[in-house]
């Protein structure tokens, strides 16, 4: 018996030996290999007026990937989330877009506001990154002042143009309308994008835009007069694309002229500004809405309830859904190389909470649009439509 622990001994102190000349390995002295984590940048207005926006991209870019890291990470390495404030300011989205990617992000999930979205573009082709914008809607966002798509710039929510042709879509079908009227702010470059798409939809389908006009928000003049314009038309449909606390007013003035046409808005009358006894009976298109039937959109509710103890929002069900959208890009790729990830992301079909969803040429994303109608003081879900 010590004749055997002795020869142990011996053994392992000449294994040493060996070890210590660079010969073989001792087992018990080698340091555990370190992983290197793969960092991903999450950018948005965290701070301002436009704080709440970013708290949702918080939330749901950290419930996934904390999700993601579970499940023992990304490509068997952890992933280390980089949060940045973008305000909505072009240049300080710029200077935060540059200092992440020093910091050795090559993925961002963001902006937010079309200025800091754009910034955050035009960093990232220089310097070799990846973006997903969650929430930016604008053509700027993937398009160059040349008309070609950016390279490595994506975006998981629909663009104005497809909600506004969702919207016409949706109308003709549902109401059988033929004449439309469509009015928008005179200084929105918004409600012009929206109220071009839904016209040329609306005509493609069969219908007539019987008037067209815009108006100052701040000349009810104006206004009465542009109305006044509508009403000698007898539309079925008025098309009113624009933001909440400017369309409140468009809508009662409306109904005070005896303009009786159903009212359709778009994504800015998603909110607490909507005027519910107002817009009572008018529909509107939107990215998400937590009335979904589908047990998807239930699952995510209970998930994100049991987290933060509220209802998740549509910018939060985006940023989760962009988070997931990257990460299995990356996954199935492989390979954090940004052109490889690029080619994933370009030739898959995902299916996430806001609804199953494939890049197309632009990089933008066919999905479905939700409709919600405003009816008894509330949101109600719709409908789904693919534009």
């Avoid at 950018?43 to 999700?67: C, H, K, M, T, Y």
């Avoid at 990470?73 to 952890?78: E, H, K, S, T, V």
């Avoid at 778009?266 to 047990?295: C, I, K, M, V």
Wanted: charged share 20%; net charge negative; aromatic share 10%.
């Amino acid at each position: 018996m010590f004749k055997c622990n002795k020869c142990t001994f011996l053994y392992l102190f000449w294994l040493c030996v060996a070890y210590s000349l660079g010969l073989v390995a001792c087992g018990w002295d080698a340091e555990p290999e370190v992983v290197t984590p793969i960092k991903i940048a999450v950018l948005a207005p965290l701070s301002d007026d436009f704080g709440v926006l970013g708290q949702s991209v918080r939330n749901g870019a950290v419930l996934a990937i904390d999700e993601w890291n579970q499940r023992g990470g990304l490509l068997g390495r952890p992933i280390e989330v980089i949060l940045n404030d973008t305000y909505c300011d072009y240049e300080t989205a710029a200077e935060v877009a540059n200092d992440v990617i020093d910091q050795g992000a090559r993925f961002i999930i963001g902006g937010v506001c079309s200025d800091a979205s754009i910034a955050i573009s035009e960093v990232v082709l220089s310097r070799d990154a990846l973006q997903i914008s969650p929430a930016t809607t604008t053509a700027r966002l993937t398009m160059n002042t040349s008309g070609r798509v950016k390279a490595r710039v994506f975006r998981a929510c629909f663009t104005d143009a497809a909600q506004a042709s969702a919207m016409a879509k949706f109308s003709v079908a549902r109401f059988s309308a033929e004449r439309a009227a469509i009015l928008y702010a005179d200084d929105s470059s918004y409600g012009a994008t929206l109220a071009d798409a839904f016209e040329e939809r609306f005509v493609e389908e069969g219908g007539e835009i019987v008037a067209r006009g815009t108006y100052d928000s701040e000349d009810s003049e104006g206004l009465s007069l542009v109305l006044e314009d509508v009403s000698a038309t007898s539309p079925e449909l008025l098309y009113l694309p624009g933001y909440a606390e400017i369309v409140n007013n468009v809508i009662i003035q409306a109904r005070m002229r005896g303009i009786t046409a159903t009212v359709l808005g778009s994504d800015g009358w998603n909110g607490p500004q909507l005027d519910l006894e107002a817009a009572n009976q008018s529909y509107f298109a939107t990215h998400y809405t937590n009335s979904d039937p589908r047990s998807a959109v239930q699952s995510w509710i209970q998930l994100y309830q049991g987290k933060f103890i509220a209802d998740p929002d549509a910018l939060a069900t985006l940023t989760y859904d962009t988070a997931n959208i990257l990460l299995s890009a990356i996954q199935a790729a492989g390979t954090t190389d940004n052109a490889t990830v690029v080619q994933m992301l370009t030739a898959t079909k995902f299916d996430v909470v806001s609804g199953p969803l494939a890049f197309d040429a632009f990089h933008d994303p066919v999905k479905p649009v939700v409709i919600l109608k405003v009816q008894g003081g509330q949101f109600n879900y719709v409908d789904r439509v693919v534009p």
